[in-house]
């Protein structure tokens, strides 16, 4: 148990909705980063925050946008969602800012489906 | 993004060694990391190697890194059923916050 808790373990939706995905990261962590992984695509990075303030942002699409509250959880937001949006959804924490040495520890992921 | 990519599939008996390699483009990577992924769960960080290294030693794994080649390898010696997994190398160019994920390794492991 890695510490890092997503919610909904699953989430089955329909094209054209709106869905959020919820990520409490490890006590102590001030960053959350958010992964999608998908057959074609593999393992991806989207986007990370620190301490509530964006921090490095990767191949997120205009869809999707994502936040970090002032208890440092964090909410991934997809919507008009597409077939293609089916994807296990990652989230990881890590304590400082980044960075090499930075160890990120991972959530179980949420798994959505796009019907 | 950068290219790092692994072979797909890789089956090996147990107590055997295994060897997941890793190619990547970017120069400029400065670290060099290995993720285990297993069934349902998340990523787990099982090593890592800076760029200035060739290899690195922890327990059963040896990471070797080949910088003029852009070559990466995770040898895990006595390889045990639960080492079936998928494995991941990724890399981080520049500052670090970004990582990039290769397509993944999965070991399967036969008693």
């Known amino acids: 148990d890695s510490g890092v808790t997503q919610t909904p373990k699953h989430l089955i939706t329909a094209t054209g909705q709106r869905v959020t995905l919820r990520c409490s990261p490890r006590s102590g962590d001030l960053s959350v980063y958010w992964y999608q992984q998908s057959l074609d695509q593999g393992l991806q990075f989207l986007i990370q925050y620190y301490n509530g303030e964006e921090r490095a942002k990767g191949n997120i699409l205009e869809r999707f946008s994502a936040q970090q509250f002032p208890d440092l959880h964090s909410e991934l937001n997809l919507s008009s969602l597409e077939l293609g949006d089916s994807a296990l959804y990652f989230c990881?924490?890590?304590?400082?800012?980044?960075?090499?040495?930075?160890?990120?520890?991972f959530g179980p992921g949420t798994r959505l489906t796009v019907l | 993004g950068e290219d790092v990519e692994q072979s797909l599939f890789l089956s090996v008996r147990e107590g055997d060694s295994s060897v997941i390699n890793c190619t990547y483009t970017d120069s400029s990577s400065t670290y060099l990391y290995w993720y285990k992924q297993e069934p349902g769960a998340g990523l787990q960080l099982l090593t890592y190697?800076?760029?200035?290294?060739d290899m690195k030693q922890d327990q059963r794994l040896t990471v070797l890194l080949n910088k003029k080649d852009k070559h990466l390898s995770l040898r895990i010696a006595d390889t045990q059923t639960g080492d079936s997994a998928i494995y991941f190398c990724a890399e981080t160019p520049g500052t670090g916050n970004q990582f990039y994920f290769g397509t993944g390794t999965s070991l399967t492991v036969i008693p």
């Open positions: 990881a924490s890590s304590v400082g800012p980044g960075g090499f040495t930075d160890t990120q520890y």
């Open positions: 190697i800076f760029s200035n290294m």
